[in-house]
């Protein structure tokens, strides 16, 4: 069947660690940074007599995830024992959900060059983590440091609706955009917050009766972060197409079943880790240390209410309602608290009407030029910016009356961060009202057309450029204060009458 | 007076009075485990100079007038699977744990402490509570005090023993299949496996977690309500142990002598089968006549799971679990590490090789089976299916009678080595107690007589779940109608 | 049912206990009669009957979110056969992510 067309058929399952000041079952707290074996206590260590309790904040945060990703959450949910040795797993088995998960169904829509495409979600549910090996210096031992033991984990399996690297990885940049607004988890890749492990197949077409048929899937760990993840899904597509073309009969998911394969990021490759006859038997039993969680349907109807408006929904809303272009909308609604301080200067402009279109447009290029900046060069984020959203409201509202022009405003907005001193003080005491007298500015008009003869017979013959160079004199003269759009009209009068 | 012909009750109110020190206790008990102990081998570590320590310091303040708690100065012995943080390791019996010592202390050890109790000694066991005569040890095989030369019974052989000898006057125990109730029969005390759920497993090292309870020995049921009043109640590290709110616990001592009446008492036709000792029926029939001399009913009852099928049951679901609970002993983190190996995986394999008994592999291996990759609907989940019929079986039966009468194990003691070619054989001496485990009420065994051979034997009596002050109070009926607890081993008497 | 001698071994390896040959022979023929045993069940119809997996019908019991001190590192790793001061140690683990 060569020459068929292979479509991409890839699902991704997420790993993120959650927003919990302790562990999933007990009460050591999750800190990163802690020196080694400093967090934990018998119940994570897996001491002999120990027990697990549930983490209610975990469980929560996984409700909200899953309703927020518009699935529901089930009557009953159980935990399960997933058995498989390995020195960083102090019980040899790790607690999760099987059969039985906290939350089913749902989807995401993630945006990728300028449209959506939907992925559907199949189930979200809790675990915990294991702790880390490491190699010791000495070649002949690994150590182990158990203070990641137990972190709450959730994890996200979605249907194998992606069908392109870029798709992968537009999913997982979402789904983490989607975490981080819900305040799920801060989700940072290269902190291993968050694991995406993509499964990898192509779909060859359908048989006789009707069933699609499949290339074998390949599951890919240990991608450190979203290019890994656009890498190594490109590179998994190309290699399942060259060994289906290779041996079309035999190359196939009947045969060869599933395998984990891991991911190189300096060759860019990925490499066989297990196939599928050393596939886990992991001998899943219903944990009888735990009892099930029978989410009250008041409690669910509480988390859904305190829902925040998800990214995706605030995006299209900033577009619709304050008129802004995609891209600028993505811009503002990437980070929930840029999107929210945003919002807040559009509001608190005093003297335009909120249903002025110019409003948004204008608080937009201020967050977006000026904040931006001040937030990349003193490396904060929104919430550690020295000035309200109030005064870049009012400098806005300054510049759109005409008081003082734009420049001045970046100026001033400048000052008012570093000196916390409000705009209007800041004018008031540098004497930066624009002018927009026409008597006067008529006045330095004349001086600038006498003194720039040929900018000005540029302009007056139709070359527009030209005006820059007459404003920019006329500002000089008047110490920037001259109102460029009243200049404007007045050269306009003067030289093309 | 040889203090420890006292029953703890007994104790605790002569210490109370001043009659008696907490020292002079402790001291009759290390005098009794010195002396009897190389016989009866019921102790695996005993630390004397930390118990009179600790004695002294009880003494001080009841000399200062204060209440100490529910067994202020009263020795205790605890079985070896129970997480103590004293100095004294806990090995569960087992090669593989064999110098670990706990950094934290069980539960029922933390109240054991609050209420003033001084811990004597940590009691022998068969391996990871594995058997039914402690011979499973790792280390060495209880003897029964009243015939040395056979079994105590088992997993909590050693707390049974050291009862029966008076080496201490109460001791903690745990019943998984009916691991506190067939060594009390054998061994001629009381026993208690209270509903799962009452008494919390926090600290106790899992053998089958949805099976497990913590329960007393004492020689008389006044003693066993004590302890378990002690250790009995709600412990939030323990998520299986029921809220104060939805089954307070109430207090066992103040009811204990109120008769049950009327009293409907069931007799299932499955615990009078085949396999039943002549000798063990005719002292239990003799012990329901009592009861019906006392104005009791009794009702035939038909428990048809609870038998062949619930051994079955058991040994599927206690060995899966146990499977599971089994597989952090890999050497890593505590415990043996073998010394001779080549990677990893190997060192799991000989550590596990070497660190356990044949049973515990045996069962290890049998839970590995039933969950592994298409064998789990077979075993495990038909086994659950099974237990709920059985957990029917008792709640029916439960509707119509009081409790549940039967002989705890099919015989009397047997001899030391009798049942160890066939590991099934020896699994059938949980015939009558494995049911209650499966089905998560509570039960008691108590002392109704003797063989021939001065064997001593058991009565069982089993009611639903959380009634164990109910419970308590029919056996006390029966209890204060004769005097079995009088009668000490021969092993007590003459010179060590 | 009778365990071959694969089986045994597979189990074994599963349950991760090395076995002699003398013990792979004894543990078959115990196995297999215990096996025979439980099988018994078989003679039960359970359609229908939902397994009952936990004892008590206890649900949610949750923990609040506050952390509490645990062990110290020497404690943690005190009672382990091979380690440093603050870090268990092992045979060096050839790296496939899990499944020692």
């Given at each position: 069947?060569?020459?068929?067309r292979?479509?991409?058929?890839?699902?991704?399952?997420?790993?993120?660690h959650?927003?919990?000041?302790?562990?999933?079952f007990?009460?050591?707290?999750?800190?990163?940074?802690?020196?080694p074996?400093?967090?934990?206590c018998?119940?994570?260590?897996?001491?002999?007599g120990?027990?697990?309790?549930?983490?209610?904040?975990?469980v929560?945060l996984?409700?909200?995830?899953?309703?927020?990703?518009?699935g529901?959450i089930p009557?009953?949910?159980?935990?399960d024992?997933?058995?498989?040795?390995?020195?960083?797993?102090?019980?040899?088995?790790?607690?999760?959900?099987?059969?039985?998960?906290?939350?089913?169904?749902g989807?995401l829509?993630v945006?990728?060059?300028?449209?959506?495409?939907r992925?559907?979600?199949?189930?979200?549910?809790?675990?915990?983590?294991?702790?880390?090996?490491?190699?010791?210096?000495d070649?002949n031992?690994?150590?182990?440091?158990l203070?990641?033991?137990?972190?709450?984990?959730?994890?996200?399996?979605?249907?194998?609706?992606?069908?392109?690297?870029?798709?992968?990885?537009?999913?997982g940049?979402a789904?983490?955009?989607?975490?981080?607004y819900?305040?799920?988890?801060?989700?940072?890749?290269?902190?291993?917050?968050?694991?995406?492990?993509?499964?990898?197949?192509?779909?060859?077409?359908?048989?006789?009766?009707?069933?699609?048929?499949?290339?074998p899937?390949?599951?890919?760990?240990?991608?450190n972060?979203?290019?890994?993840?656009?890498?190594?899904?490109?590179?998994?597509?190309?290699?399942h197409?060259?060994?289906?073309?290779?041996?079309?009969?035999?190359y196939?998911?009947?045969h060869?079943?599933?395998?984990?394969?891991?991911?190189?990021?300096?060759?860019?490759q990925?490499f066989?880790?297990?196939?599928?006859?050393?596939?886990?038997?992991?001998?899943?039993?219903?944990?009888?240390?735990l009892?099930?969680?029978?989410?009250?349907?008041?409690?669910?109807?509480?988390?859904?209410?305190?829902?925040?408006?998800?990214?995706e929904?605030?995006?299209?809303r900033?577009?619709?309602?304050?008129?802004?272009?995609?891209?600028?909308?993505g811009?503002?609604?990437?980070?929930?608290?840029?999107?929210?301080f945003?919002?807040d200067?559009?509001?608190?402009?005093?003297?335009?009407?909120?249903?002025?279109?110019?409003?948004?447009?204008?608080?937009?290029?201020?967050?977006?030029?000026?904040?931006m900046?001040?937030?990349?060069e003193q490396n904060?984020?929104?919430?550690?910016?020295?000035?309200e959203?109030g005064?870049?409201?009012?400098?806005?509202d300054m510049?759109?009356a005409?008081?003082?022009?734009?420049?001045?405003?970046?100026?001033?907005?400048?000052?008012?961060?570093?000196?916390?001193?409000?705009?209007?003080?800041?004018?008031?005491?540098q004497?930066?009202?624009?002018?927009?007298?026409?008597?006067?500015?008529?006045?330095?008009?004349?001086?600038?057309?006498a003194?720039?003869?040929?900018?000005a017979?540029d302009?007056?013959?139709?070359?527009?450029?030209?005006?820059?160079?007459?404003?920019?004199?006329?500002?000089?003269?008047?110490?920037?204060?001259?109102n460029?759009?009243?200049?404007?009209?007045?050269?306009?009068?003067?030289l093309?009458? | 007076?040889?203090?420890?012909?006292?029953?703890?009750?007994r104790?605790?109110?002569?210490l109370?009075?001043?009659?008696?020190?907490?020292?002079?206790?402790?001291?009759?008990?290390?005098?009794?485990?010195?002396?009897?102990?190389?016989?009866v081998?019921?102790?695996?570590?005993?630390?004397a100079?930390?118990?009179?320590?600790?004695?002294a310091?009880?003494?001080k303040?009841?000399d200062?007038?204060e209440?100490?708690?529910?067994?202020?100065?009263?020795?205790?012995?605890?079985?070896?699977?129970?997480?103590t943080?004293?100095?004294?390791?806990?090995?569960?019996?087992?090669?593989?744990?064999?110098?670990?010592?706990?950094?934290?202390?069980?539960?029922?050890?933390?109240?054991?402490?609050?209420e003033?109790?001084v811990?004597?000694g940590?009691t022998?066991l068969?391996e990871?509570?594995?058997?039914?005569?402690?011979?499973?040890?790792g280390?060495?095989?209880?003897?029964?005090?009243?015939d040395l030369?056979?079994?105590?019974?088992?997993s909590?052989?050693?707390?049974?023993?050291?009862?029966?000898?008076?080496?201490?006057?109460i001791?903690?125990?745990?019943?998984?299949?009916?691991?506190?109730?067939?060594?009390?029969?054998l061994?001629?005390?009381?026993?208690?496996k209270?509903?799962?759920?009452?008494?919390?497993?926090?600290?106790?090292?899992?053998?089958?977690?949805?099976?497990?309870?913590?329960?007393?020995?004492?020689?008389?049921?006044?003693?066993?309500?004590?302890?378990?009043?002690?250790t009995?109640?709600?412990?939030?590290?323990d998520?299986?142990?029921?809220?104060?709110?939805?089954?307070?616990?109430?207090?066992?001592?103040a009811?204990?002598?109120?008769?049950?009446?009327?009293?409907r008492i069931?007799?299932?036709?499955?615990?009078?089968?085949?396999?039943?000792?002549?000798?063990?029926?005719?002292?239990?029939r003799d012990?329901?006549?009592?009861?019906?001399?006392?104005?009791?009913?009794?009702?035939?009852?038909?428990?048809?799971?609870?038998?062949?099928?619930?051994?079955a049951?058991?040994y599927i679901?206690?060995t899966?679990?146990?499977s599971?609970?089994?597989?952090?002993?890999d050497g890593?983190?505590?415990?043996?590490?073998?010394?001779?190996?080549?990677?990893?995986?190997d060192?799991?394999m000989?550590?596990?090789e070497?660190?356990?008994g044949?049973?515990?592999?045996?069962r290890?291996?049998?839970?590995t089976?039933?969950l592994?990759?298409?064998?789990?609907?077979?075993?495990?989940?038909?086994?659950?299916q099974?237990?709920?019929?059985?957990?029917?079986?008792?709640?029916?039966?439960?509707?119509?009678?009081?409790?549940i009468?039967?002989?705890?194990?099919?015989?009397?003691?047997?001899r030391m080595?009798?049942k160890?070619?066939?590991?099934l054989?020896m699994?059938?001496s949980?015939?009558?107690?494995a049911?209650?485990?499966?089905?998560?009420?509570a039960?008691?065994?108590?002392?109704?007589?003797?063989?021939?051979?001065g064997?001593p034997?058991?009565?069982?009596?089993l009611?639903?779940?959380?009634?164990?002050?109910?419970?308590?109070?029919?056996?006390?009926?029966?209890?204060r109608?004769t005097?079995?607890?009088?009668?000490?081993?021969?092993?007590?008497?003459?010179?060590s | 049912m009778?365990?071959?001698?694969?089986?045994?071994?597979?189990?074994?390896?599963?349950?991760?206990?090395r076995?002699?040959?003398?013990?792979?022979?004894?543990?078959?023929g115990?196995?297999?009669s215990?096996?025979?045993?439980v099988?018994?069940?078989?003679e039960?119809?359970?359609?229908?009957?939902?397994?009952?997996?936990?004892?008590?019908?206890?649900?949610n019991?949750?923990?609040?979110d506050?952390?509490r001190?645990?062990?110290?590192?020497?404690?943690?790793?005190?009672?382990?056969?091979?380690?440093?001061?603050?870090?268990?140690?092992?045979?060096?683990?050839?790296?496939?992510?899990?499944?020692?």
């Amino acid at each position: 069947m060569s020459g068929a067309r292979l479509i991409p058929t890839i699902g991704m399952e997420v790993h993120l660690h959650l927003a919990t000041r302790t562990k999933m079952f007990c009460a050591c707290a999750v800190e990163y940074d802690a020196p080694p074996n400093s967090r934990v206590c018998p119940v994570c260590l897996g001491m002999p007599g120990v027990l697990p309790v549930m983490n209610k904040r975990a469980v929560e945060l996984a409700i909200r995830m899953a309703l927020a990703l518009g699935g529901t959450i089930p009557d009953f949910a159980q935990w399960d024992r997933k058995h498989y040795y390995y020195p960083d797993l102090p019980k040899n088995y790790q607690i999760s959900e099987y059969d039985q998960p906290l939350g089913v169904g749902g989807y995401l829509d993630v945006p990728l060059d300028g449209k959506t495409f939907r992925v559907g979600i199949i189930r979200v549910h809790l675990e915990e983590d294991a702790g880390k090996l490491m190699h010791a210096e000495d070649g002949n031992y690994s150590v182990v440091d158990l203070n990641r033991t137990g972190t709450p984990l959730l994890e996200v399996v979605s249907e194998p609706d992606i069908h392109s690297a870029a798709q992968a990885r537009a999913y997982g940049e979402a789904l983490r955009q989607l975490a981080v607004y819900l305040g799920v988890g801060d989700c940072n890749m290269e902190l291993g917050q968050m694991r995406c492990e993509p499964n990898i197949s192509l779909k060859i077409g359908e048989g006789p009766d009707g069933t699609p048929r499949y290339t074998p899937i390949s599951e890919i760990k240990n991608l450190n972060s979203f290019r890994a993840v656009e890498r190594a899904v490109a590179f998994e597509i190309a290699r399942h197409r060259e060994e289906y073309e290779d041996d079309p009969d035999g190359y196939t998911l009947e045969h060869l079943g599933k395998s984990t394969r891991g991911w190189l990021d300096d060759r860019e490759q990925t490499f066989l880790q297990r196939s599928k006859e050393e596939a886990h038997d992991y001998r899943y039993l219903p944990e009888p240390d735990l009892v099930p969680v029978v989410p009250d349907r008041k409690w669910v109807d509480e988390v859904r209410a305190a829902l925040p408006e998800l990214p995706e929904t605030r995006r299209r809303r900033f577009v619709e309602q304050y008129g802004l272009p995609e891209y600028d909308a993505g811009v503002l609604t990437a980070d929930r608290e840029v999107a929210d301080f945003y919002e807040d200067v559009v509001s608190l402009h005093k003297r335009k009407p909120p249903t002025d279109p110019n409003v948004p447009k204008a608080a937009s290029n201020w967050m977006m030029q000026d904040v931006m900046r001040v937030l990349n060069e003193q490396n904060i984020g929104i919430g550690q910016i020295t000035i309200e959203a109030g005064d870049i409201a009012a400098v806005s509202d300054m510049v759109l009356a005409g008081d003082i022009n734009r420049e001045t405003g970046s100026d001033v907005l400048r000052i008012a961060i570093d000196t916390g001193k409000s705009p209007w003080q800041i004018v008031q005491e540098q004497d930066l009202a624009q002018t927009s007298d026409e008597g006067e500015l008529e006045r330095i008009v004349d001086e600038v057309i006498a003194e720039n003869p040929g900018p000005a017979q540029d302009f007056a013959e139709g070359k527009d450029k030209a005006v820059g160079r007459l404003i920019g004199m006329a500002k000089k003269k008047t110490g920037g204060k001259a109102n460029p759009n009243v200049v404007r009209e007045i050269l306009v009068r003067k030289l093309r009458g | 007076m040889d203090v420890t012909d006292l029953t703890a009750c007994r104790m605790r109110d002569a210490l109370r009075a001043r009659d008696l020190s907490a020292a002079d206790a402790a001291e009759a008990c290390i005098e009794a485990i010195d002396r009897l102990n190389p016989k009866v081998k019921a102790f695996l570590s005993t630390d004397a100079p930390r118990a009179r320590r600790r004695a002294a310091e009880i003494d001080k303040r009841l000399d200062a007038g204060e209440d100490v708690g529910l067994l202020a100065g009263v020795p205790v012995a605890v079985k070896d699977n129970m997480c103590t943080d004293d100095g004294q390791p806990t090995t569960c019996a087992s090669r593989i744990l064999q110098n670990w010592r706990a950094p934290y202390n069980a539960h029922v050890v933390e109240r054991l402490l609050a209420e003033g109790a001084v811990i004597v000694g940590k009691t022998n066991l068969d391996e990871f509570a594995m058997g039914s005569s402690t011979e499973n040890s790792g280390f060495e095989a209880t003897r029964n005090p009243w015939d040395l030369d056979r079994v105590p019974g088992g997993s909590s052989g050693g707390s049974a023993a050291a009862v029966a000898a008076r080496m201490t006057p109460i001791a903690l125990g745990s019943d998984t299949g009916g691991s506190i109730r067939q060594p009390a029969a054998l061994c001629g005390v009381v026993g208690m496996k209270p509903t799962y759920g009452r008494v919390s497993r926090y600290g106790l090292v899992a053998f089958a977690s949805s099976l497990d309870q913590i329960g007393p020995f004492g020689r008389t049921v006044e003693d066993a309500a004590l302890l378990l009043q002690a250790t009995a109640g709600h412990d939030e590290r323990d998520s299986t142990s029921v809220s104060e709110t939805d089954e307070p616990v109430p207090d066992y001592l103040a009811t204990l002598d109120e008769p049950v009446a009327p009293l409907r008492i069931g007799l299932p036709r499955e615990f009078f089968g085949e396999g039943l000792d002549p000798e063990v029926e005719r002292a239990v029939r003799d012990a329901l006549a009592v009861y019906e001399g006392l104005g009791a009913e009794l009702v035939d009852v038909d428990l048809p799971h609870s038998t062949d099928y619930a051994i079955a049951t058991y040994y599927i679901v206690a060995t899966s679990e146990a499977s599971s609970n089994l597989a952090r002993y890999d050497g890593v983190h505590y415990g043996h590490r073998s010394s001779d190996h080549t990677d990893m995986i190997d060192m799991y394999m000989r550590t596990r090789e070497e660190g356990f008994g044949d049973e515990v592999k045996r069962r290890i291996m049998l839970g590995t089976y039933a969950l592994s990759a298409g064998y789990y609907d077979a075993y495990y989940k038909k086994a659950l299916q099974v237990r709920r019929l059985i957990r029917r079986d008792f709640d029916e039966a439960f509707e119509t009678v009081d409790c549940i009468m039967g002989p705890t194990s099919p015989t009397a003691a047997f001899r030391m080595g009798e049942k160890t070619a066939d590991p099934l054989t020896m699994y059938l001496s949980d015939v009558y107690t494995a049911s209650a485990n499966l089905a998560a009420i509570a039960g008691i065994s108590v002392p109704c007589g003797f063989t021939e051979a001065g064997l001593p034997v058991g009565l069982q009596i089993l009611s639903g779940v959380f009634t164990e002050e109910r419970l308590l109070r029919i056996a006390r009926m029966y209890e204060r109608e004769t005097d079995w607890a009088s009668r000490a081993p021969p092993v007590c008497e003459g010179a060590s | 049912m009778a365990l071959s001698r694969d089986e045994v071994l597979k189990v074994g390896t599963l349950s991760r206990i090395r076995l002699t040959d003398e013990e792979v022979e004894r543990f078959a023929g115990q196995l297999s009669s215990i096996l025979d045993y439980v099988d018994k069940l078989k003679e039960l119809d359970t359609r229908g009957v939902e397994p009952l997996a936990h004892a008590l019908p206890i649900h949610n019991v949750l923990r609040d979110d506050e952390p509490r001190p645990g062990l110290d590192p020497q404690k943690a790793v005190g009672g382990a056969p091979d380690s440093t001061d603050t870090l268990f140690r092992v045979p060096r683990v050839i790296d496939d992510g899990s499944s020692a």
